[in-house]
Structures are given as structure tokens and as C-alpha cells.
């Protein structure tokens, strides 16, 4: 989708949050820095307008986040007030708050503030932009709207979203308008080291044994254009990580070179296995995702696929061969 779209989403936004005196904000579940970081600052720059703010989350904050203004603030069940209006950041679809679901279907007025590539959006007032790498860059551009102040705390969440979406300014993603968007925001008082430090140096000695068995468990290279490894139950329970401690480790794959796909399979509970993917631009990931009921983005996607380790390994794999067969490598990547 175009700027286009999104611009002309942006006045009916505005109308919408105007007169509405108590809002619901709400994001995904097993939020990243990107949920975190849009759905805060929204919410911090609402109440700066006088509005009654609840953030909700189904799943808690992770530790390497709970810096971020107001993390504290964020809660996974509904207040005990109802809202005239709910806005969703960085959800591809509905169905990605979770049990949160049916507090936000209820609401009279629903605002979709995404960039997910697998349009499934939803709600009366729909701001998305596909080509925007954080869902924090749309909220960016309805504050500016909207002459909101961007004080230090709503621009470190807003940093924070951007850095984190981008990889750090390093996927395809990262444009112009990223970059100089961050800029702004550390002008507004986002301290980048700071932010960088908490979000990326805060691994725990599970965490970071959870790390080395996934690199010692590398798949064996029959696919010399894909690498990917597995997590089981059992790495956790040894490990004594937490089921957070997996953000990250596809990176580690990803930056094995040569390869065009990475993926990381984590056994979860309720007999499902959590599959990442990460490609280098060269083959849309997200469709992959979207054939097994996930989402995402051309070069990060992700879903949940029932049945044992070895039994998701053998159809995602098979998957993304044939993905790969219908592609050329990406250009000088
Ligand atoms: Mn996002």
C-alpha cells in the first residue's frame, strides 16, 4: 500500500480519537519492541490529550523492554471501564491480541494502525502502509497530525520500535524515512546507546546457554540456501530459559552467509512447534507464514504449526524449497 493509503486514513483517525474520551490501545501478543514501543507511545500521547488510556497486552512485557515509559503500565486485562474506541498497532489481523479479542470487538469504534504485507486488516479506520518498517513510523506520522508534542519518553518508544523492526537499521526495510524519523526522535530526547544497551545486552545466562544450543544444533547442510535449527521443551527446561529468551537467536542464523532462509523451530506447549523465518530478500518469507495460518513481513515472518518437531520441520522445509525453486538468489546480497 501506498502513502496514499495511509494519509487518507489519517484524518478519520484523527476524528475518531477526537471525540472519543477513553480509548483502548492494544497489541499482539508475545509483544516485540515494535508493539511495545507504538502501543506506549500512543498511549502516552492520548492522555497528553486529556483521554482515559488503558494499554493492554495478553502476554507480559519482556524484561529487556520494561525500560520503555510507561512498560509498567501495560496490562493484559481489560479495566473495569468500557472504552468509546480501540486502537490496534502492529496487529496483522485481529485475532493477534489474543484473548484480548473480544474486549476490543465489543468496542462501538476500532482504529488498525499496522504495516504486516498479509493484509488482513480490520476495524472502521484502517492505517496501513506496508512499506512503513514499524508500525511505529504510522503512529509517528497521526501524531504529527495530530500537533501532538513528542516529549523524550514517547520518542524513546518510538525509537525503540523503529530500531528494533529494523534489525537496528540493517533489513531491507530500513529507508530514508526510517532513519530519519529516528533522527527526529533522538532530537526529541531518545538517547540511542542507552536504548541499544537495554534492548540488546540484557541476555540472562539461560538466555544465553538457550543460544548456544541453538548454534550447536545448526541443521546439517543438506540445503546449502537454507539453515535452520531446534528448540524442544526439553532446551528450556535444562537451560532453565525462558520462553523469551528465543528473541534473537534467529539473527545468529541469519547471519550465517550464503544462506537465503533461515528458520528456528521452538517446540511451544499445546503440542504446536513457533517457527521464525528470515530470508535475505530474495523469496517472500510471509507467504510461507500465511500458508500455515502466520504472517508477517517479506523478509521476517512467523506462525504456529500443530504436530511434533520433526513433523513442522518436514512441511515448513518442504515449503520453503519450493519457494526457493521459484526464485533467483537475491542481487549482490
Ligand atoms: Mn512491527
Known sequence: MSRNTINRG?????????????????????PDGDALGSALALSLALETQGKRVATLCADPVPLNY???PGADRISSDPP??????GIVVDCDGLTRVGPLRPAFEQLPHLIDIDHHATDQSFGEVRLVDSSAAAAAEIVHGLLRSSGVEIGADIATCLYAAILTDTGRFSYGNTTAHSLTVAAEMVRAGAVPHDIA???YEERSVPGTHLLGVA?????PNHDPEIVSSTLTRRDFAKTGAKPGDTEGIIDHLRAIGGRRVALLFVEVDGGQVRVSLRSDGSVDVSAIALAFGGGGHAMAAG??????????????LAAV???LKGSSPAHGA
Open 10 to 30: 489519517r484524518d478519520p483517525a484523527i476524528a475518531l480519537i477526537r471525540k472519543s474520551k477513553s480509548i483502548y490501545v492494544g497489541t499482539h501478543v508475545r
Open 66 to 68: 520494561r525500560f520503555l
Open 80 to 85: 473495569g471501564w468500557p472504552a468509546e474506541l
Open 197 to 199: 544497551r537495554r534492548i
Open 215 to 219: 548454534l550447536t544444533r545448526l541443521s
Open 303 to 316: 506462525c504456529a504449526v500443530r504436530g511434533s518437531t520433526e513433523q513442522v520441520q518436514d512441511r515448513v
Open 321 to 323: 524449497r519450493d519457494a
